[in-house]
């Protein structure tokens, strides 16, 4: 049996039947940016997620990156988020000059561990300090050096003092960081909170969407998201007026008016075609993300007989989309090969902890430093989910990995 990591092509069979005559209309309109596609998108899916406002834009980094910036933060700012993530999460908050700082994992969620953020700003600021009072000098911990990794010291003024700004945790997999802790620590600290929802569409923190807890929640429509499009594209919600507006014009080069520059921005707009394939798909969503759980669920099942296999824990009032499928095992490299010659795709999210990639050599970190993440990415393997997967499939990778883990 053949099982690809993502399948994409069955779930646009379900759903070509409308895609193709939405592309055919934009292309008989000439309508590709901007229009009823993007702004029809942008209320579905701001009533999606449960907030009054939505900003389409082109990618998940540029919503990161414009809702930073949109919040205010930029050089002599620290940000605060997991190593355990895609590097966008990080590379949108040095793109605005800010420094990305890291606090480790809670190891049964593999999501930021709101203990480790009081520890950090505890360490930083002081005891039941806020984030006016007492600062250690920037030479102290190794995220304070002023160099900035894109751009040299272009954006970090020689000896500027840097400060704790803002907070973004990132729902990993699919599962809601423990936000109650977080924004608590945030608003004692005087925190901007920003949610890294790229893997996270229509997942639940104790009846609220993800996304919808922060000042701003980021999406991510890459292809093989929960909710992706035929191509980049990316969205913030926001309760804020504010908020969405500034996002709208740093979209579309700082402009609320065509012409007429309030500041310079960025040509992140997310495009109609792509916005016409989301509408499409969003109406679909809860359907999918429904037989993600129901698949997560018979894996658990078969696989948590499996001695040494870890199987993924939804935590008490969240409810888990499993944009990813992961489990942790101690030969996981010798397991991914097994699987590949059994012709079972599998993925690794992530296989080397942020503070230990070349691009941030400079910064100081090293083994060590964020344990829990340090054990998490030697073990992880994602395994093939999607919403169309079988249960035969299902069954046939958990039969190899029984196969592989009783010979060990
Ligand atoms: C956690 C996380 N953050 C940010 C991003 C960036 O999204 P995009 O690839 O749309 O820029 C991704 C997407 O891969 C992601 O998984």
Avoid at 17 to 40: D, R, T, W, Y
Avoid at 109 to 122: F, G, I, Q, V
Avoid at 191 to 215: F, N, P, T
Avoid at 244 to 267: T, V
Wanted: some cysteine; aromatic content about 8%; proline content about 6%.
């Amino acid at each position: 049996m053949n099982i690809p990591f993502l399948d994409l092509k069955t779930q646009f069979r379900e759903i070509e039947h409308e895609v193709l005559p939405m592309v055919k209309e934009a292309m008989e309109n000439a309508a590709f940016i901007g229009g009823p596609q993007v702004s029809g998108f942008e209320t579905e899916f701001a009533a999606f997620c449960e907030s009054k406002y939505c900003a389409g834009v082109n990618s998940g980094t540029d919503a990161i990156r414009f809702a930073l910036m949109a919040a205010g933060v930029g050089p002599g700012d620290e940000v605060i988020t997991v190593p355990h993530t895609f590097i966008a999460t990080t590379e949108a908050i040095s793109q605005v000059g800010a420094r990305p700082v890291f606090v480790d994992i809670d190891p049964k969620t593999y999501n930021m561990d709101p203990k480790k953020l009081e520890e950090y700003l505890t360490r930083r600021l002081g005891v039941g300090s806020t984030s006016t009072q007492k600062q250690e000098p920037s030479t102290q911990h190794p995220a304070h050096s002023t160099r900035h990794p894109a751009s040299g010291t272009q954006h970090q003024e020689p000896g500027l003092q840097q400060q704790p700004k803002a907070v973004l945790p990132v729902h990993i997999y699919g599962q809601p960081a423990d936000m109650d802790p977080i924004l608590e620590i945030a608003k004692k600290n005087n925190l901007v909170v920003i949610e890294d929802a790229c893997q996270a569409h229509g997942s639940l923190y104790k009846g609220r969407k993800a996304g919808s807890m922060g000042l701003v929640g980021c999406f991510s429509f890459y292809p093989g998201k929960n909710l992706g499009a035929y191509g980049e594209g990316g969205a913030v919600v926001t309760q804020s007026e504010e908020i969405a507006s500034k996002i709208r014009m740093i979209r579309d080069h700082g402009q609320a008016k065509k012409y007429y520059h309030d500041l310079e921005g960025y040509n992140g707009r997310l495009d109609a075609i792509q916005a016409g394939v989301l509408r499409i798909k969003l109406k679909r969503l809860a359907n999918w993300n429904e037989s993600r759980r129901r698949n997560a669920q018979y894996y658990n099942e078969l696989l948590s007989q499996i001695k040494g296999v870890t199987v993924p824990r939804e935590m008490d009032g969240c409810r888990h989309v499993y944009h990813l499928y992961v489990i942790l095992v101690d030969d996981r490299d010798g397991l991914q090969k097994y699987l590949n010659e059994k012709g079972v795709g599998t993925g690794l999210h992530y296989p080397v902890p942020l503070h230990l990639q070349k691009a941030y050599a400079d910064r100081g970190y090293k083994e060590g430093d964020f344990p829990v993440t340090e054990s998490v990415a030697k073990r992880l393997l994602s395994l093939p989910m999607f919403p169309e997967l079988t249960k035969a499939q299902i069954e046939y990778v958990a039969q190899n990995i029984r196969d592989f883990m009783s010979k060990k």
